[in-house]
């Protein structure tokens, strides 16, 4: 089977963020890109993640040309390739649902460093991209526009779109963008939040490139 452990770690991640609930029954989506072949794995259309099978994830070229798989790629199928093709690094993207990330982005706002953990996205704030149908060029365009060097965007009206350098580090970044966004909701429940400068949070993404044991990948600060 074509791109099988890539294959396998779709399934396996698709399982933990609708255990984490980062979405719901079967939203949201994961990716993995192996740049060698030039090919990504993607996530079936409309199939639960407890009943996704590895044969059942599509292999598809960045021009979304299925190479490998019987089933249908998920409809956000752009939004995954856009995001390889304009970050060389990205290896992984994962799209969740999640509550306060969506919370944020029904309100058409940006969720804002009021937690130094932020700077993971590479941003001292993650944008939100106004309102595009799902599935659609468009949305996904305008994902990485809004993006920027940031590697977190909202959606607007939607949800939330991350990429890594690898699918722990895009599930991570993905739970710390969730995290950082329930904080925000929580502060604006109480008063008016503390953001961080640009100035604290270019020292923090500092910080985080000499994080943790050497040639080990980090998993928290």
Not at 19 to 26: H, M, N, P, Q
Not at 162 to 179: F, H, R, S, T
Not at 186 to 197: D, F, H, Y
């Amino acid at each position: 089977m074509l791109m099988q452990e890539e294959r396998e770690l779709v399934v396996e991640y698709g399982k933990k963020m609708s255990a984490d609930r980062l979405s719901t029954g079967t939203s949201g989506n994961i990716s993995i890109y192996n740049p060698e072949k030039g090919l990504m794995a993607i996530s079936p259309s409309g199939i639960d993640y407890f009943k996704t099978l590895p044969e059942d994830v599509v292999i598809t070229d960045l021009d979304a040309n299925i190479v490998d798989g019987a089933r249908k790629p998920s409809s956000e199928w752009a939004l995954h390739t856009l995001f390889y093709k304009n970050k060389p690094d990205a290896r992984s993207v994962v799209h969740t649902h999640s509550m306060y990330c969506t919370t944020f982005a029904v309100l058409g706002q940006p969720v804002q460093a009021v937690h130094y953990v932020i700077g993971d996205a590479n941003t001292a704030a993650v944008p939100c991209t106004p309102y595009y149908p799902f599935g659609s060029i468009e949305l996904a365009e305008a994902a990485v526009r809004t993006a920027g060097d940031s590697n977190a965007v909202i959606l607007g009206n939607h949800g939330l779109v991350v990429c890594g350098k690898d699918i722990a580090g895009a599930y991570g970044l993905a739970k710390n963008m969730e995290y950082i966004a329930e904080l925000q909701y929580r502060a604006m429940c109480i008063g008016k939040p503390n953001v961080l400068s640009d100035e604290a949070m270019a020292d923090v993404m500092e910080r985080f490139k000499s994080y943790g044991q050497p040639g080990s990948k980090k998993t928290g600060y």
